[in-house]
């Protein structure tokens, strides 16, 4: 099973500044099939990124993705007050049952 | 837009069997994959499983054993069962769809909000 790991676990900073949130893998993960999802207390996850680097549908462009083999990285160039929640990373791999998500980032206001 | 709304009780005992539906709205269940996903309180996500239109199944590893995923076409519905539960299984559980068309792609693009199930006496 491929382990995600997510660093640092909670990022205390201010509106405007940019957040750099890591997600780094046990093996090797296809680009294909690293997503990014953020959620807010008592909402469902929102899917943010797909393979990498491709913002999901009306996800803004301060959001952005990159990476490849175990390490990958979402980056939010200024942040905004509703950007504050905790985002995950998954992945997808392809032997049976290899979906996993990392522990998640909490992006919380300093 | 797809909507996505899990149904099941709020509560189970130890050692009997949780059942969930996930009702799809504003769409048609064939031709997608749909997941199930839970999240313990105050912990992250886990992916149960997911099931094709078809039928196909794919089952977390760690849960395969104890876990069983279906498809109702002409409702419009799959189910997730979990048998032999215990308070580790207390969770928010959600139904996702993932975003191949007739293809899995490995990442959701529509959630259901999620429904809370406690496992206690």
Not at chain 1, 76 to 97: M, T, W
Not at chain 2, 14 to 43: A, H, M, N
Not at chain 2, 99 to 121: E, H, I, N, P, Q
């Amino acid at each position: 099973e491929i382990v995600l790991t997510q660093s640092p676990g909670t990022l205390s900073l201010s509106p405007g500044e940019r957040a750099t949130l890591s997600c780094r893998a046990t093996q090797s993960v296809s680009s294909s099939y690293l997503a990014w999802y953020q959620q807010k207390p008592g909402q469902a996850p929102r899917l943010l990124m797909y393979a990498t680097s491709n913002r999901a549908t009306g996800i803004p462009d301060r959001f952005s993705g990159s990476g490849s083999g175990t390490d990958f990285t979402l980056t939010i160039s200024r942040l905004e007050p509703e950007d504050f929640a905790v985002y995950y990373c998954q992945q997808y791999g392809n032997s049976p049952g290899s979906l996993t998500f990392g522990g998640g980032t909490k992006v919380e206001i300093k | 837009q797809v909507q996505l709304q899990e149904s099941g009780p709020g509560l189970v005992k130890p050692s009997e069997t949780l059942s969930l539906t996930c009702s799809v709205f504003d769409g048609s269940i064939s031709s997608y994959y749909w997941s199930w996903i839970r999240q313990p309180p105050g912990k992250g996500l886990e992916w149960i499983g997911y099931i094709y239109y078809r039928g196909n199944t794919n089952y977390n590893p760690s849960l395969s054993s104890r876990v069983t995923i279906s498809v109702d076409t002409s409702k419009n519905q799959f189910s997730l069962k979990l048998n032999s539960v215990t308070a580790a299984d207390t969770a928010v559980y959600f139904c996702a769809r993932d975003a191949g068309v007739l293809r899995f792609l490995g990442y959701m693009d529509v959630w259901g909000k999620g429904t809370t199930v406690t496992v206690s006496s």
